[in-house]
């Protein structure tokens, strides 16, 4: 399956660190949202994206709303979602597992724990 990834940070250097991880891991179709809304717009007027990596922390939709929008539509409950934040307290990844993300991992993070998560996400697909 070919990987297109939606990445969802209002931090233009965590995009560009995850960006730059997702391609030095050979992944090269990325599109960029700065927020939760921005990164709905965007999924729905992109029909090829099939991975969305978000922070938690943004303003307008958090990541853990983002979640929440994304799981509500039945087109998406199979949609991999990878939460990337520094929210690390076992009460915040509850809340974002019961909020259906697919996997959690905690910045600062390596491109091999990002790759050990997508890897992952998509056996549990299979």
Same mark, same amino acid.
């Given at each position: 399956?070919?990987?297109?990834?939606?990445?969802?940070?209002?931090?233009?250097?965590?995009?560009?660190?995850?960006?730059?991880?997702?391609?030095?891991?050979?992944?090269?179709?990325?599109?960029?949202?700065?927020?939760?809304?921005?990164?709905?717009?965007?999924?729905?007027?992109?029909?090829?994206?099939?991975?969305?990596?978000?922070?938690?922390?943004?303003?307008?939709?958090?990541?853990?709303?983002?979640?929440?929008?994304?799981?509500?539509?039945? !087109?998406?409950?199979?949609?991999? @979602?990878?939460?990337? =934040?520094?929210?690390?307290? #076992? %009460?915040? *990844?509850?809340?974002? $597992?019961?909020? !259906?993300?697919?996997?959690?991992? @905690?910045?600062?993070? =390596?491109?091999?724990?990002? #790759? %050990?998560? *997508?890897?992952?996400? $998509?056996?549990?697909?299979?």
């Amino acid at each position: 399956m070919s990987l297109k990834f939606l990445v969802v940070d209002d931090s233009v250097t965590m995009r560009r660190i995850v960006a730059n991880s997702l391609k030095n891991l050979g992944y090269e179709n990325i599109v960029e949202a700065v927020d939760g809304k921005d990164a709905l717009a965007k999924l729905a007027a992109d029909a090829e994206i099939n991975f969305v990596i978000t922070d938690w922390n943004m303003p307008v939709l958090t990541g853990l709303e983002l979640t929440k929008a994304i799981r509500a539509d039945d !087109k998406y409950t199979k949609l991999p @979602i990878l939460m990337v =934040t520094t929210r690390g307290v #076992k %009460e915040d *990844i509850i809340e974002a $597992l019961q909020a !259906k993300v697919s996997n959690y991992v @905690i910045k600062p993070f =390596t491109p091999q724990i990002l #790759k %050990e998560k *997508i890897d992952q996400i $998509l056996a549990n697909l299979q």
